[in-house]
């Protein structure tokens, strides 16, 4: 394996590329100057030194300079303006940041790392349920009212949802918090003529 | 223009069927055995002599045989197992069809017969809302409680459902009959990392 | 199976026609006016009437009103400006619609009636090979001087370019008539980091 | 604008990605270890030292270690089988990659680097004409008869080839090397019914 076919199949793995575009990638940076390639290659490094993980919500983020290693807290987390009575509970990193951006959620995050696939045995060892009991009781010192889970509509996002609650249950119970899912119904654009069972049935069971 | 012009222009009309599309099927037909097109030909016009408009929710529908003529009521608005406390407005016939297909709903059904334009003087020309106040004036004495706007997300179909509600308004008051909308959130294969604003306000406003 | 039974499953027949859109014509037509249906299904019948099959060509055309029905010549077989040179032969009506359209071939054409399978026992029946014969017999007494197969570059069309060839073989040799195929190389709009293999070889080996 | 914001606009400029693609391969980063950071930003300072570009053919290539720098030639350059006959003149590195992968030319390459904009006046500045022509006169000596011209069917495609055509006339004519282009005509999965009016005029013209 050569440098190409090297860099190639680190390309491969950014989300949405196969093994076609991630050579012309390479070939792309073939063809640019070496200040470009030098550019590239320093920011991939700066990256990753200033890049941490929040210690609370798991999301990666990037260091402010000034502030020391320390205190690992993302903006969001350290902010005392985040509104402390609501926890939603996400997939991953691009999930938070779509609903940051949506400029409609102001309360906490947390990030569990994954869905749990239908059939697993090992599901501990691959999101942050634990994490995220001892997030909660964390947060009910601080106000937390309600955790919404936030997962796709798939059967795994399904099962997740199913998985987190059972797992909550007690907990939540006992801490008085309320657990709600992100509500079901007709999405922008749906034509009621082309929407599957699954939708009307949603969208009628959740009218108002 | 000849037979081939006229046919093709015909079905142009039809849904999702364009020039091109339309003169290929007037070459399939060309194609076919003398029956074929006989058939094809006595099917419309059976159709035609079939078809009925039910007086009550205005869907088309296939008359059965033996009915004698004076009775137009559709299958659904006949049936006595039809649960007369709620009625679903939607704008056309493809709609109720589908929401029929899905067995999510056991009640009856009001065709409006189209949508509201954004900027529109002649609104009551063109969609059934008379007809729907006394359609509603009918079935509060057979047992309504809900009028269920179903109308597709989009900013028409919003339109449509605000002035539906404000033509509605007194009559339903006195009537003390509830108007309720499709729920409104995350509809099946929705990616949270995808949704749009609005979409993403829905689904946290509904949750539960 | 009703009346909207009988009519969707005709229209699934319709190119590019699946069941859900076969379905959409039905209601389409049961919404229209009782007028619409009667020109349609008149139509129909007229297409059904007017319609010819050319003794020369095999394609299906319209009869002049005024010819009588003895005549059974498309309007290019009948035509003295037709280039009697050249023969070409297609798989389907549309094909030849389709260069007729482009103005691009000014001879004779002969209408295949379909490509052959490639593994296939009963060829004969299916494609019209032995009147492709008779009438280049004929068409040699006219001026015909070559035979131009314009089949679709797809594993199908392929062989069958090779079975009419071997077909045709010693008769075209007798006659003193050249058999062609249609040029391949690179098409409108393709770009060489894009073509396939059998692309690039034929573009290449068909440079000028 | 942080080391995120940065990245993100290098990632912009690979080919076929978007802004919104952009951050998510640098949010993909930042989810990734930190030995995969160092190692993508090594690979990269690896390409850029290893690459070259070939003083003949103005290719980017990736040097044999053991060779001295001095050397500037690629593979194909160098390899003593290539066919010395012919010259294939292609707009950029990827289009080499894709002939030479198809494994059905085995003649040298010349990469352009560029096409010419319809509407351009300082054509010579952003294509390789002059190195060319020092090229051509090189290679006559090695035994070139023939250049073969490889752009993309489009305008932009046609007009560069019809400005190499004019711009070499008196050199080739002078040494005595013949001048053609790929063929035009059907490429694989063509179907005659939807050709475009030229791709079917190159195919009746190219027939053979």
Known sequence: MDVIDKLASIFKDFPGIGERQARRFVYFLMSRTPAYATNLSELVLELKKEVAQCHECFRFFIRKKAVTSSSELCEICADAGTDPATLLVVEKDSDLESVKKSRTYHGKYFILGGLVP????????????????KKISREKKSGLEEIILAFSISPQGD?????????????????GIKVSSLGKGLSTGTELEYSDNDTLRNALKNRQ
């Open 118 to 133: 239908i059939v697993e045995k090992t599901t501990k060892q691959r999101i942050r349920i634990e994490e995220l009991k």
């Open 159 to 175: 099962h997740t949802d199913t998985y987190v609650r059972e797992e909550l249950e007690s907990l939540v119970k006992s801490l």
